[in-house]
């Protein structure tokens, strides 16, 4: 069994969640990434959606399809801020990461 990391990438209001995270504050409306260790190498788009709510963000939509992470692209200094989102997604199963308002 092969274990990989996929990431979504969306948008959607934050209301309040499961998990204590450093969530954003509830109702502003977000981008996000979210990290989540799978046992199919394929986009599993539900059940990101599933995890999203989890982690409290309603209204999503996911502005692609989800993608394996090349590990080596969080060696690049731009995205090293993302190996601790990596590192917890294959530890806790997913990772969520979000952006505020523009």
Known sequence: MTTVVYIYAGTGRYRGGE????????????????????????????????????YGFTDVRFIAQGREINVEMLNQPELANFRH??????????????YPPK
Request: charged share 20%.
């Open 85 to 98: 989102n990596y590192e917890d997604a294959l530890k806790d199963g997913a990772s969520m990461a979000w």
């Open 19 to 54: 998990y204590q995270w450093n969530s954003p504050l509830p109702g502003g409306k977000h981008d996000f990434m979210l990290f989540v260790r799978q046992d199919v190498d394929a986009p599993l788009q539900k059940v990101a959606m599933a995890l999203t709510g989890r």
